[in-house]
């Protein structure tokens, strides 16, 4: 039913995703004179985390490098890589005058452009606008589902669905940028129900490596009565206390103290004031945090003087660091000719396991995403005039195909399809608790993990394909399945707590642990140690390495 009017397309590179880092990749690509195709699982300018709000971003003046680099470096606990996160300052610093002349007003001061944040929805929209008037070719509401290799192990192209014509699509590539996004686990996260993992589990089909995964369970403050919008600055101003209405503290040196929620609503109900923002304060937090106070207003509540509950939402990756492993300077993956930028790429590089949320990661999107499109410009254009008439072949399977297709099915197979839902219901029964995802230990991973590997058998059965959205939600329903396995594995490997990643049996953090810990598989999970040989920055940062240098065991 899908394949009888079946889009067929070529280019030279294919991006997938529809944020600032697929944005910019695909413009990137295209500055090299190569055709591009970018395709999202929704519209290119409103999908994802990035178009839901406003958000800062790591570009510091140049006089101010060090001091951020040297701060990023110390939040990285020994992890980051110092060359990484100076390359992604400077090229966000140089980037950002672009947007500027592509039509993007930035507030100014003393007559001076102040390009420290941005708007979201008006930021996607002038990169849309100006990936169409490079050339790209755009398309919305088309996930991409499954990548397409040639004989030789190469990316060739991807394949997927589209929605709105109720049909499937294949596009014949040199080479791909994955830059589909994190994963969030449906958490309904402001902006991040797009983020399901689905470019973990396309790389890991294709050859490719993840790394970091065990930093996969960053949390974000709410509102407990419109459990969406999760941003957390508003609440830096806020007393909490409990159901009684006692004064629960949550702060350390005046600073709120990230550990202190999570906590304490593991005893019982949370509820927070913000009564310690100031007329001054109030003024630039409605303004730049508008859309946090969106749901006070529907609710007709005074957040000032009223008390509200507050909860949890997970993040998952989107906030954490895992992702797919970066080989190179130019966001390559073990697999060749494919790509990866933004939050599908791991950013263990730009923030050891510590959250990249907010400024960091913007600057991440935007010099990832030119480095994966120029990297995938140059490999396609290496290829030559008959890179898509390669031989390729299709590298998804689970939760997209059945079992027994070319096979001849026993006469004990079952025709039944797996429900998709109960899948995802039961992925996040193990990933949203907190005494499971953020307080870790050995038997609780390992009984969470029982759980995911029963689901996964589930997902290796008939996937529902009557519509685009069963072939769509099927092959969701598996991603999210091989995203928390991967995370609880690593994170049942790494006995140490060190950032995010909380250990409750091994609640100190190991100086002889310093490695990103790679993993992979699909049936059958793996972990490896990269260790890190750089030495460790001290300030000054020392930044005369020029590649990141590690040694797998």
């Not at 001091?67 to 400077?90: F, P, Q, T």
């Not at 407990?224 to 101003?237: E, H, Y």
């Not at 939760?399 to 079952?414: E, I, N, Y």
């Amino acid at each position: 039913m899908l394949t009888e009017n079946e889009l067929q397309l070529t280019t030279d590179v294919l991006v997938i995703g529809g944020g600032p880092a697929a944005a910019w990749a695909a413009w990137a690509a295209a500055s090299q004179g190569v055709k591009v195709i970018i395709v999202d699982k929704g519209f290119l300018g409103t999908s994802g985390a990035a178009a839901a709000s406003g958000n800062g971003i790591m570009a510091p003046s140049p006089e101010n490098w060090d001091k951020v680099l040297s701060e990023r470096y110390r939040i990285g606990k020994n992890l980051a890589n110092s060359r990484w996160i100076e390359r992604a300052i400077e090229k966000t610093w140089l980037s950002l005058p672009l947007v500027e002349s592509w039509g993007y007003r930035f507030p100014k001061e003393d007559g001076e452009s102040v390009r420290q944040s941005y708007y979201g929805p008006e930021y996607m929209r002038v990169l849309r606008k100006n990936l169409l008037r490079v050339g790209v070719q755009i398309f919305d509401q088309s996930p991409a589902l499954e990548l397409l290799l040639a004989d030789d192990g190469s990316v060739a192209g991807a394949k997927g669905v589209q929605r709105q014509h109720h049909r499937s699509y294949t596009v014949r590539a040199g080479a791909v940028v994955l830059a589909n996004g994190g994963c969030a686990f449906l958490s309904k996260a402001l902006g991040c129900n797009t983020n399901t993992g689905d470019g973990l589990l396309m790389a890991v089909e294709a050859g490719g490596e993840l790394s970091s995964m065990e930093a996969s369970n960053h949390y974000a403050i709410s509102t407990a009565f419109n459990a969406t919008v999760t941003r957390g600055v508003p609440f830096g101003w806020a007393s909490y206390t409990d159901e009684a209405g006692n004064d629960l503290g949550g702060y350390v040196d005046g600073r709120r103290d990230p550990s202190f929620l999570p906590n304490a609503l593991l005893k019982g109900s949370v509820y927070a004031r913000l009564d310690k923002a100031t007329p001054e304060v109030k003024a630039v937090i409605e303004k730049s945090h508008f859309i946090a106070f969106l749901p006070y207003k529907k609710a007709d509540i005074d957040p000032y003087t009223e008390r509200v509950p507050v909860t949890l939402i997970l993040e998952g990756t989107v906030r954490g660091t895992g992702g797919i492993r970066l080989t190179d300077d130019s966001c390559a993956t073990k697999v060749p000719g494919l790509y990866a930028a933004g939050d599908a790429a791991s950013r263990e590089f730009l923030a050891g396991l510590a959250s990249g949320g907010g400024g960091p990661n913007a600057a991440w999107a935007i010099s990832t995403g030119q480095w994966a499109g120029v990297g995938a410009a140059n490999f396609a254009k290496s290829l030559g005039a008959q890179a898509n008439e390669r031989v390729a072949r299709p590298a998804g399977q689970v939760g997209l195909r059945s079992p027994t297709v070319g096979k001849t099915p026993s006469p004990s197979a079952s025709s039944e399809t797996f429900d998709s839902e109960a899948i995802v219901r039961g992925v996040q029964d193990q990933m949203f608790p907190l005494e499971k995802n953020y307080l870790r230990s050995e038997q609780g991973l390992l009984d969470s993990l029982a759980k995911l590997e029963t689901l996964w058998q589930q997902v290796q059965g008939n996937p529902k394909q009557d519509t685009v959205r069963d072939v769509e939600f099927s092959r969701r329903a598996a991603a999210l399945t091989a995203v928390a396995r991967w995370a609880y594995f690593s994170a049942l490997h790494r006995t140490e707590t060190r950032s995010e990643h909380i250990r409750m049996d091994y609640p100190e953090t190991d100086p002889n642990q310093r490695y990103y810990q790679a993993t992979g598989g699909l049936d059958k999970l793996w972990v490896r140690r990269d260790w890190i040989k750089d030495a460790i920055a001290t300030p000054p940062v020392q930044t005369s390495q020029t590649t990141p240098s590690v040694s797998k065991l």
